[in-house]
């Protein structure tokens, strides 16, 4: 089959569906409040390491196609007075705890956390160091903005102890970035990563979207050829998802300008086609690392997970969520902080968790999220081997498997006696074989789309 043989088969199939960077998908968060998080984090295995998200929503600029939880702010005492906040919550884990738990991976995202000055991040990373156990194995990653980071703000990450940044790159064509409310030219790009370099941050992370107003062909390949010029060890190319009716500054973006399904498709299919033939190897949906990079590896170790930053190396079962609207993972399930940055502040200043939402997993839950995460992070999934591992019936899933025969018959899938494979020439159908075991599934909810 070729590509579009492919794109008119996937448009046999719901156009929207979850990104499953979790399971359930986050819209189907409920109601929680802090001593359900109190429970998990007062339950926590002392010789089990953690991770630590930390979100900061501010950002200097609106770009139109974020769907990011963000606020734009042109003063620095609103980010400072924030930070101590946070810093503030974290004593308050670290209190709760009641131990001083080792620290896997560190994780700055936001909004634009290189908006925080270089002292206010030495400051907030010595903290870090007080109050949890930190090592040289530690990752410390950081998401950057290259219009706000200077020279003086990669000699700080380095001396607090980064050792990956990621940067929101999106696209190269001025047309597309003028479309989009973010000037940033190939050059700036450049010095921040030449910068990181000299510094000796070597693991850089470029971030590119496709499906974003005025992207062509020829343009987003010229965009993927500068980003390979670049050297990152790792490139995400993730689709835009057009939701104006939850992020309102969308409708600032011309609808006439994004590209049609079937142009979506081809910019996915000829990027992913650069990105191999440069040597880059591609896991899962839309992730490609440098040879030898610990992400293959884990691809090859089935050590892969994925998670609200996309795939990752980090197999802890706790990420602590520090921050406005972040998000954290336990065995118990998942916690979210307020996104209101007021609400957040005060409550955390009164001495109290910022909890709003979460979802505690039942035994059902957690089987079928991870056949959901062999499918995203592998393309296939033994449901027999699941049913051993929880040890339920072999029978459990026969009532869904009828479901399968329609894509094994349009070349989406393989499908054995208890093994399903994607066909690896149509990522995007991992997403529409994993939504037939999403129980939470509802029609008319705003998911991104599949391609």
């Not at 490609?288 to 590896?297: A, C, H, I, L």
Request: hydrophobic share 35%; glycine share 4%; aromatic share 10%.
């Amino acid at each position: 089959m070729n590509d579009k043989q492919h794109s008119s088969i996937l448009a046999k199939y719901p156009k929207q569906l979850p990104r499953y960077t979790s399971y359930p998908a986050a819209p189907h968060f409920y109601a929680m409040e802090a001593p359900t998080y109190v429970d998990c984090l007062t339950s926590l295995d002392k010789d089990a390491a953690i991770s630590l998200y930390v979100h900061i929503p501010y950002c200097r600029k609106l770009c139109w196609f974020c769907g990011c939880s963000t606020k734009i702010t042109r003063q620095q005492e609103p980010i400072q007075h924030y930070l101590d906040v946070m810093l503030k919550e974290a004593h308050l884990v670290r209190e709760t705890i009641g131990f001083t738990p080792k620290v896997a991976h560190i994780h700055f995202g936001g909004g634009s956390p290189s908006i925080i000055s270089a002292d206010d991040f030495r400051t907030s990373m010595k903290t870090l160091r007080e109050l949890f156990e930190l090592t040289e194995k530690t990752e410390i990653a950081i998401e950057i903005d290259p219009r706000n980071c200077t020279e003086g703000k990669i000699a700080a990450y380095k001396q607090a102890g980064v050792n990956r940044i990621s940067l929101g790159v999106q696209d190269f064509d001025i047309n597309v970035q003028m479309a989009i409310n973010r000037y940033q030219p190939f050059l700036m790009v450049y010095d921040t990563i030449h910068h990181a370099r000299n510094y000796g941050i070597s693991q850089i992370n470029l971030d590119l979207i496709y499906g974003l107003p005025k992207q062509t062909l020829q343009t987003f390949k010229q965009t993927v050829d500068y980003a390979i010029i670049l050297k990152p060890d790792r490139i995400s190319l993730f689709g835009y998802a057009h939701v104006p009716w939850v992020k309102k500054h969308m409708q600032l973006i011309n609808e006439d300008e994004l590209p049609n399904d079937e142009l979506r498709f081809e910019l996915f299919k000829a990027a992913s086609a650069q990105l191999k033939l440069a040597g880059y190897t591609a896991i899962g949906l839309d992730h490609f690392v440098k040879s030898n990079d610990s992400m293959e590896t884990a691809l090859h170790q089935q050590t892969l997970s994925r998670n609200f930053q996309g795939y990752s190396t980090d197999s802890c079962e706790t990420l602590i969520p520090l921050g406005a609207s972040s998000i954290g993972h336990f065995k118990q399930g998942y916690i979210q902080n307020t996104p209101d940055i007021a609400h957040y502040e005060q409550q955390i200043s009164q001495g109290h968790f910022a909890t709003a939402r979460g979802f505690i997993l039942s035994n059902e839950d957690r089987i079928r999220r991870a056949i959901i995460e062999q499918l995203m992070c592998y393309f296939e999934v033994d449901l027999n081997q699941i049913c051993t591992h929880f040890n339920i019936s072999q029978s459990h899933f026969n009532p869904l498997l009828e479901s399968l025969k329609p894509m094994e018959e349009d070349g989406l899938i393989t499908w054995d006696a208890s093994c399903i494979r994607v066909n690896p020439a149509i990522p995007q159908a991992a997403r529409i074989v994993s939504s037939l075991f999403d129980a939470y599934l509802t029609p008319g909810i705003g998911y991104a789309k599949v391609a």
